[in-house]
């Protein structure tokens, strides 16, 4: 298996909800709490496994926001767990779900390095670092529905724009997306293989906005504001 | 990237450290100008052990969590930080020999002593590759990516190492002109290497904004951090040092760990002025301390195309 997830840039608003909803579960989750900062102070700051961004694309006119959520990738060449040396961080076999065990770590920052994605984040207070587990507490937790065994942020997201899945199988969900829309992997050039991809935005014919041709009844309705005074 | 004064200082200091160890026993070994008096091998061998546990004792100060230190042993399969670890701790039983056997017999030169001593030279030297490839292995940082790291970690380790020596060479009052020669050669080395650095790095390449975001044929401005404050990431990585005041540090550099160094080791070899080789010595971890705080400074992780850098 190889569990990851996909990322529709296309339907992403950019609500940050699927953050809140892995700050909130993973809080309490294995790899707790997520340590918070200053926050309610002048500069808050804290653990998030789960980060959005947002970027304009293109020039105006053709221009677009695309917001840009990234969490830890599960990549296949996972560098940050190669250059670790206790141990601590591992990928495991079964599903290749990339973890910290927090009981190893010694928090030299050293996977944080190798990490292309900002993945990996400290946290001052354990020591430790700390970074998505895929909500590997959720996952494969029996005792909830079936349906709900998925991570907090595909579960949360309303814009559906995140599926979960194993891109092992080229006919789960996750597989097909990518294979249908075009799914990429984000600076392939280092090669690290990462599993989550990205959908890139679909193609509209641009909406017209200048030199418009009006219709008869929206000529009337402007004669009409224009005489009749409020 | 962040640049801890703690990391500055492990490779600084255990870097001339491994250096110094390594030129004993050459030393020793060929009887380099008369080799090493006892005196001289002991003074060369204790400042050995300083430098290398200033350096060891400051890497774990960079430990968010030093309990599980010991750990840092296990993954000498495929971690340089574990290797460098291991090297490092396997220098201190043939230093410390070395040390006693000198201190015992008073004979530096023989056979068990240069045993000691070249095993121990062999690991510090282990342990610097080590060190440069903890840096050299990182796809993430172009300014590191590259195998001139580990060399210029060799030249400036055997930079720091010669400078030292020459100064107990000239501080207990023996000749020292064949000792300065090869400190100044090695300076000079340093010199050409970090140049072959500079301009190295100089011309980007790599990752930009484009492949990080995948969108290759449009450009990529960033509207939005996504944070309302800064965070672990914008604080180990984002620093950056602009080219100007870069270039004026560099000048810096070059003063303080080549210059100042390379006069001050010539007076002191014409007046046998043991004050002029300490200043010598002193300039030149000063200088290359100052080299360190570019290396970190001036390597841009690609994390930083996230936050809105074109290019890195």
Redesign the interface.
Known sequence: MRLGLVIDLDTCVGC?ACAVACKEWNTSGTTAPLTDYNPYGA???G??FN?????????YPYNK??N?P?SCMHCENA?C????????SHKRPEDGIVLVDQ????????C???????AR??D?V???MKKCTLCIDRIYDMEIPEEERQPACVLTCPAHARMFGDFDDPESPVSRAVRERGG????????YDPSNH?L?PRVHAPIPTEGLKKKAGAKVKEWVNRVVER | ?HAALAVIFLTLFSGGGFGLIALVAIVNDLHIDGGLSPVQTLAAVILSLIFVTIGMLSSTA????????W?????WR?????RE?IFAVAYYPFAFAYLVWTFVTGAPEATVGLILASLAGVIGLITIFCQGM?YA?????RQWNTALVPANFYAMGFAIGATLLAAVRIVTGESAGVFVGIAIALIAAVAVMKAIYYFWIARPS??TIR?????NR????????????????TE??GHTLARDKARGIKLMMYFFAVIVPIIALAFAVADQSAVAAVIAAVSIVFGLGVERWLFFVEAQ???NL??GRQRC
């Open positions: 940050h500069k808050p700051s653990v998030w980060r959005i961004r947002h970027y304009e694309i293109g020039e926001t695309v840009f990234m560098e767990v190669t250059v670790c040396p206790t141990g601590a009981s190893k770590c010694m928090g030299c920052n050293y944080s390095w190798a990490c292309p994605y900002g984040e400290l001052r354990s020591g430790t990429y992997q984000l600076m392939p050039e280092l090669n990205y890139p | 990237m960079h430990l968010a969590n030093p309990k599980n230190a750990r840092a042993f296990t993954r495929t971690s340089w930080l574990a670890g903890i292995v990182l796809r993430t940082i790599g990752p492949t990080a975001t995948g969108f449009s450009t990529v401005r960033i509207l939005d951090q996504g944070h309302t404050f800064g965070t672990f990431l180990e990585f992780h690609v994390v996230y936050h």
